[in-house]
């Protein structure tokens, strides 16, 4: 069973195996308390977590890392990972969230793609684990064998066409070729595959937008939605603050999350080409 933690502003997934259950990403440091509480109103145990998987180290997606060792739970560091165990540390350190534990790398279990087949059967589940760059160098993706990919925070594929880079493409190219049925993102709501994915990954053309006028209100609206954004509040009490549509809410908050140095405008192009 896949359980979704909407602690903090990055997505947390509780996933339960044969054996023990798996913990795929965190949110920053400083909000071990509020997963205890969503773990605990949800009816599931820290305890039951042996695994830590990052899909990045961003310390959105990591921040919790070190802190989760020390009860037990192992990080799971892929082999193109290891030099970016501590890439956030200095950004992690100055946050003012506070409670920022470093890994160290004696808890740690250094892990190839090779073995992941072999590791995730040994948990009681079938699938492996692959590099997906394309947001960031270090970035992997779990795909079990029933359906589901966790995918960080590797731009949705309903958003290749503001995107050139090949790295994107061939990510989610490989993604497409384990015909998958359920998409788990970082930032955003779950997406439920409906068989037209791989024909959109293969073929696309580049569309062009309109810049939205700097004066207008949607754009005064993302502007406001980034501040809170920055200073750590939750998609829910944002939305509530503006009177705003949480989903459109959401929409700028992974956009801006997982796009490096996205602009206003850049986030309303790619709300545009989403269609919403």
């Known amino acids: ?31 071990f308390p509020r997963l205890c509480r969503e773990l605990g109103e949800k009816g ?41 165990i501590h890439a956030a540390d200095e950004i992690l350190k100055k946050d003012k969230r506070g ?5 160290e790398n004696a ?4 892990l190839s ?18 590099p997906t760059p394309g947001h960031s160098d270090d970035s992997i993706s779990l795909c079990l064998d029933s359906g589901e990919v966790f995918v960080g925070d590797l731009y949705p594929f309903y958003e290749l066409k503001s995107h050139e880079e090949e790295t994107v493409w061939e990510s989610w190219r490989a993604i497409m070729k384990r015909s998958p049925k359920k ?26 937008v309109c810049p939205t006028q700097k004066n207008s209100r949607i754009y005064k609206d993302v502007e406001k939605i980034i501040k809170y954004i920055d200073k750590g509040v939750s998609i829910d009490v944002i939305a509530l603050k503006l009177k705003k549509d949480p989903q459109f809410v959401q929409d700028v908050c992974r956009m801006y999350l997982t796009h490096q140095n996205v602009g206003v405008q850049g986030i309303l192009d790619r709300i545009e080409i989403k269609g919403r």
């Open 44 to 84: 599931l145990k820290l305890q039951s977590v042996q695994y830590l998987m990052i899909s990045h180290f961003h310390p959105d997606h990591m921040g919790l890392a070190g802190e989760l060792t020390q009860h037990e739970i192992v990080p799971v560091v892929m082999e193109n990972q290891v030099s970016y």
């Open 107 to 110: 808890n740690v279990k250094v």
């Open 113 to 130: 793609f090779a073995e992941s087949r072999a590791f995730l059967k040994s948990l009681g589940t079938e699938g492996e684990i692959i």
């Open 183 to 208: 998409i788990y993102y970082g930032h955003a709501r779950s997406y439920v595959c409906n068989g037209t994915e791989a024909e959109h990954v293969l073929q696309y053309k580049k569309t062009t």
């Open 1 to 31: 069973m896949i359980h979704e933690l909407h602690y903090d502003n990055t997505n947390t997934y509780f996933i339960e195996t044969d054996n023990r259950a798996i913990l795929f990403d965190t949110g920053w440091a400083g909000s």
């Open 99 to 103: 409670g920022f534990v470093p890994i």
